[in-house]
C-alpha cells in the first residue's frame, strides 16, 4: 500500500489547513479500506509524536491532547483517503505530517502500529 500526503502550507497562526492522504492498493488483493489510519508529525530535532488516528469504518477516532478540539479526522473509503483538518493553528503546529497505514482495524496512538507510511508534507505556521 502507498499513501501520498498533500495540502501543507505556509500559514499565520489561528489560520486553518486541510491535509489529504490518497492511498493506492498494493495489489489487486490488498487495500487499506480494513485498516486503522492515522497522522503523524516531526518537527525538527524531534521526535515522530502521533497526531489523530481512525478507525477502519472512520468511527472512531483518537487525538493527541495537543489538537483535541482544533484538529479533524476524517476517512473516505470509497476515495481511498484520509483527511486532516486542522483549525486554530499554532506556531508549535510547525511540523512535517505524515499519514500512516496501521496494522490493526482500530485507531491506535502507538507508532509501532504502523507498518505503511506516507513521505510527509510541510506545515509552517508563522506566529
Known amino acids: 500500500v502507498q499513501l501520498q500526503a498533500s495540502g501543507g502550507g505556509l500559514v499565520q497562526a489561528g489560520d486553518s489547513l486541510r491535509l489529504s492522504c490518497a492511498t493506492s492498493?498494493?495489489?489487486?488483493?490488498?487495500?487499506?479500506?480494513?485498516?486503522?489510519l492515522g497522522w503523524f508529525r516531526q518537527a525538527p530535532g524531534q521526535e515522530r509524536e502521533f497526531v489523530a488516528a481512525?478507525?477502519?469504518?472512520?468511527?472512531?477516532?483518537n487525538y493527541a491532547d495537543s489538537v483535541k478540539g482544533r484538529f479533524t479526522i476524517s476517512r473516505d473509503n470509497a476515495k481511498n483517503t484520509v483527511y486532516l483538518q486542522m483549525n486554530s493553528l499554532k506556531a508549535e503546529d510547525t511540523a512535517v505530517y505524515y499519514c500512516?497505514?496501521?496494522?490493526?482495524?482500530?485507531?491506535?496512538?502507538?507508532?509501532?502500529?504502523?507498518?505503511?507510511w506516507g513521505q510527509g508534507t510541510q506545515v509552517t505556521v508563522s506566529s
Open positions: 500512516a497505514g496501521s496494522r490493526y482495524a482500530g485507531s491506535t496512538s502507538a507508532l509501532e502500529g504502523y507498518q505503511y
Open positions: 492498493r498494493v495489489s489487486t488483493r490488498r487495500t487499506i479500506s480494513n485498516n486503522g
Open positions: 481512525t478507525d477502519w469504518r472512520g468511527v472512531s477516532t
